[in-house]
């Protein structure tokens, strides 16, 4: 398994960008999955992006489709997402997670990271 820290959250006004990163420990990285999640204040987790083991295969939550890119390296053991556009209901803290498939539900997944904060002002 691997232990998976997040990074790259913070404030940004509507329209801007920000670029997450999920950095992994642990030498069996690129063979897991990968996927993000995140979770307003109130909300349930819910998903945002995920990608295959070899970067081949991504899958997008609908309203994040075109704004939002996932990508991994696994040579640096860390997975990103872009994220352009932004909206104030892209509002969250946003969770990488490591699984077996790039599934869209969160149970599918065996290790979390603690989360970053991403704040987007109207």
């Known amino acids: 398994q691997v232990q998976l820290v997040e990074s790259g959250g913070g404030l940004v006004q509507a329209g801007g960008s920000l670029r997450l990163s999920c950095a992994a420990s642990?030498?069996?990285?690129?063979?897991?999955?990968m996927g993000w999640f995140r979770q307003a204040p109130g909300k349930e987790r819910e998903f945002v992006a995920a990608?295959?083991?070899?970067?081949?295969?991504?899958q997008y939550l609908d309203s994040v489709k075109g704004r939002f890119t996932i990508s991994r390296d696994n040579a640096k053991n860390t997975v990103y997402l872009q994220m352009n556009s932004l909206k104030p209901e892209d509002t969250a803290v946003y969770y990488c997670?490591?699984?077996?498939?790039?599934?869209?539900?969160?149970?599918?997944?065996?290790?979390w990271g603690q989360g970053t904060q991403v704040t987007v002002s109207s």
């Open positions: 997670a490591a699984g077996f498939d790039p599934a869209e539900i969160s149970s599918r997944y065996f290790n």
């Open positions: 642990g030498r069996t990285f690129s063979s897991y999955a």
């Open positions: 990608i295959s083991w070899s970067g081949a295969g991504t």
